[in-house]
């Protein structure tokens, strides 16, 4: 069965340090999604690009974060300089429909728990 | 600013009873909404979902009613199954296109 993929699984790191994550979406799958979920919280949408395109990434806290899709397949989040609050889960997902539905289509990797000291 | 709550974050059920889970949203332009069933070490998976334009939807054990007035949702999970134990997150799409979790109930079914 197709998984999205993600690597690490586990990082810490210290504070003012550059983190990065990686995933790998289903194969054919165009929308990609990461998400930020803190412990006790629900999942927050950080970016969304359809292929290589960004389409929302309106809760990117864009003066430490970015993401890219460069040939619209795989992707990598990176953070730089990492704060003690940035210390969650980040997830990755993908779906291949289009409008409303791709949401009920959403397949989620495992995540990165991120830990900053 | 939480703009999907979830206000019980946990719940225990005996097997065979319901399992009625809340899901309440302070948005009006909130137009789609879902629910989504976590397990430990994984990622969420897709339950059902509902558009705005329904007040109920349906599919086998689980059913979805939404009260536009009071902006509220809630999953119906009958009868409740020791495999349903998980967490539980609603979320909404709105107008623009704009996607949010709530912060999630954890279900426990008891044999």
């Not at chain 1, 290589?52 to 970015?66: A, G, I, T, Y």
């Not at chain 2, 009613?65 to 009071?70: D, I, M, R, T, V």
Request: hydrophobic residues 35%; aromatic residues 12%.
């Amino acid at each position: 069965e197709a998984e999205v993929a993600q690597s690490p699984r586990y990082k810490i790191t210290e504070k003012s340090q550059a983190v990065a994550f990686w995933c790998d979406p289903i194969s054919g799958h165009a929308t990609l999604y990461w998400y930020r979920q803190i412990l006790g919280q629900g999942p927050e949408l950080l970016v969304q690009f359809q292929d290589e395109s960004v389409v929302d990434d309106s809760q990117l806290p864009k003066d430490r974060f970015s993401a890219e899709r460069l040939k619209g397949v795989d992707s990598t989040l990176k953070i730089q300089p990492a704060e003690l609050g940035d210390s969650a889960m980040y997830l990755c997902a993908s779906s291949v429909g289009q409008g409303r539905a791709r949401y009920n289509e959403q397949f989620f990797g495992p995540g990165t728990r991120l830990t900053v000291l | 600013d939480q703009q999907v709550k979830q206000n019980s974050p946990s719940l225990s059920v005996q097997e065979g009873r319901i399992s009625i889970l809340n899901c309440d949203y302070t948005n009006s332009m909130f137009d789609y909404f879902l629910w989504y069933k976590k397990y430990p070490a994984e990622g969420p998976t897709f339950l059902i979902s509902i558009s705005s334009i329904k007040d109920k939807n349906e599919d086998g054990r689980f059913t979805v009613f939404l009260n536009k007035s009071a902006k509220h949702l809630s999953l119906h999970i009958v009868p409740s199954q020791p495999g349903d134990s998980a967490v539980y997150f609603c979320a909404a799409l709105n107008t623009g296109n704009q996607f949010y979790f709530g912060t999630g109930t954890s279900l426990t079914v008891i044999p």
